[in-house]
C-alpha cells in the first residue's frame, strides 16, 4: 500500500532534511515514486528514486541511509555516466560499476551518526584494499579516485578462451534474474547494435565479486537512454554539480558528504555543440560596406532629415559568395555506425541552416572519390569504412583546397602523414578510441 506521508521514502527525506538541511534537501529535487514490482528497495534511473514495499519494514536510520544513497547516485549522475562509459567502451559490466559506484557513495556517507548503513555495505577503502591490496583511508581515497578511473582499476576481464578460467560475465553478474531486476543485464551492456564477445573475470573484478556477492544492484538505465540529447545532459551535469558545491558549503561540517570527493560530476561540452560553434563561425556570411548603393534608412528618409541633407550611407552586401565546406573521410580507419550517423546529422542540419555548399571528399591513401552536395543533402552515412589500411592526409587535403573552402573538417583517426596543410582553417574529428592522437595543425575534435 501507499505510503500515508505520499511515498514510502518521506519520513528519511523529513530526516535528511532535519540533520543536514541543505546536502539533505537535495532529495527535494528529485522525484519520488512508489513501486510494487520486484527488485532492490531502492533503486535510481539518473530522474526518479524508486521504493518497494520491503522498504517501509525497515529501521528509520537505515532507511535514511537507502535514500541518501540513491539521492547521490542521482546527484553524481551514476546513471548517466554509466549511460556514457557503455557508448564509449561498448562493453561495460554493470554490477561491477554498481559496486564502484556504491563504494563512493557509502564512503561520503558512512561518518554520519543519524543513519545506518545495511550490513555489508561495500566501501571504497575496503573495495581498494581487495582490489588493489595496500591501505586507502576514506578522506584520501574519496579525493583521489571517481568512478570512471575506479572502474577501469577494476575491471580487468579479459575475452573467454572457453577454458572456463574465469568466471563470464554473465554467471559472475549472477545470471539473468539477478540482474534483470534492475531492469538492465550486465551482460548486455553494450549499446544496441553492438555485439561484444565474452569476456571471463580477472583476478581483481574476480576477488571484487567474491567479496562483494550480496550486494544488490541499484542503478536502473539511466532515464532518456544513453547518448540522449547531450546539451541538455550537460546543463543537467553542470546544474547537479552546482547544487552539490553549493549545499555541502551551506552544511559545513553537518554536510551529509564526508568531504568534496573526486566524483562531482564534471561537465563536458558535447562535441556536436563544438562542431556547430565552429562551423557557423567560419561559414557565417559576412558583410562588407558597399558604397555604391545606400543604406536602406537613407532611402527611406530619402536622403534628408527634415530641411537638412544627410551625409551619404553605404549599405551593405555580402563579404564572399555561398560558404563552402569541404569534409574530408578517411575510409581506412574505423567509425561505428551510431558516431557516424551522429556526425552526418550533425553536417547536413549545420550546412542546410547556414545555406553551406559541402564538397565530401573519400580516400585513403589516395583520393577515392569526390562528390557535391546541395546544402543539407549530404549522405555522409552511406559511407563505407574498410578500416586497417595506412592513409596519407597529403593527397587528400590538396583535394580539399581545390575548393576553395572556407573549412575543412577531415574526419579519421590521425593515423597518417599530413604534408600539405591547406589555405583555410582545418578541424579533426576523431574518435575517442584515438583522443590520444596529435594533429599535424589545425584543432582537433574528439568525437565522445
Known sequence: MPAEHGHRGTRAIQRMVEY??????????????????????????????????????????????????????????HPQRLADLQQRLGDVDVALFTLCADAIVNSAIGHLSWLALPAGAVTLDRLLTVALGGDHPPETALLEWDVERLYRAIDDRRPDDGRGGGQSQRSASGGEGKQGSTGQAASSSAPQGRQTAARADGPRSLRVRGWANKTS??????????????????????????????????????????????????TRTPWEQVLRT?????????????????ARSYIANQGRLGTHRLPFEPGTMPAKGAPRLVVVVDVSGSVDDDLMQRFAREIESITRRLEAGVTLVIGDQQVRGVERYEPGACRLADIAFHGGGGTDFTPLLEE?????????????????????????????????????????????????
Open 20 to 77: 543536514a538541511p541543505s546536502t539533505g534537501g537535495l532529495a527535494l529535487w528529485v522525484q519520488h515514486r512508489d513501486r510494487s514490482d520486484d527488485g532492490p528497495l531502492v533503486a535510481t534511473d539518473g530522474a526518479t528514486v524508486f521504493y518497494r514495499p520491503a522498504f517501509e519494514q525497515l529501521p528509520l536510520p537505515e532507511q535514511t541511509a537507502l535514500v541518501a544513497h540513491e539521492v547521490l547516485h542521482l546527484a553524481l549522475r
Open 278 to 294: 565552429q562551423l557557423t563561425r567560419s561559414l557565417s556570411q559576412r558583410l562588407a560596406l558597399s558604397w555604391s548603393r545606400p
Open 217 to 266: 544492484p541499484d542503478l536502473l538505465p539511466a532515464a532518456g537512454g544513453a547518448g540522449h540529447d547531450p546539451e541538455a545532459q550537460a546543463d543537467e551535469t553542470r546544474t547537479w554539480s552546482e547544487r552539490l558545491l553549493r549545499a555541502h558549503a551551506g552544511d559545513g561540517e553537518f554536510s551529509m558528504l564526508r568531504t568534496l570527493i573526486a566524483d562531482l560530476p564534471r
Open 400 to 448: 580539399a583546397d581545390r575548393h576553395a573552402p572556407d573549412i575543412t573538417v577531415v574526419l579519421t583517426d590521425l593515423q597518417g602523414p599530413a604534408r600539405h596543410r591547406p589555405r583555410a582553417s582545418v578541424l579533426w574529428a576523431v574518435p575517442e578510441a584515438h583522443a590520444a592522437a596529435v594533429q599535424p595543425f589545425g584543432r582537433k575534435l574528439v568525437l565522445a
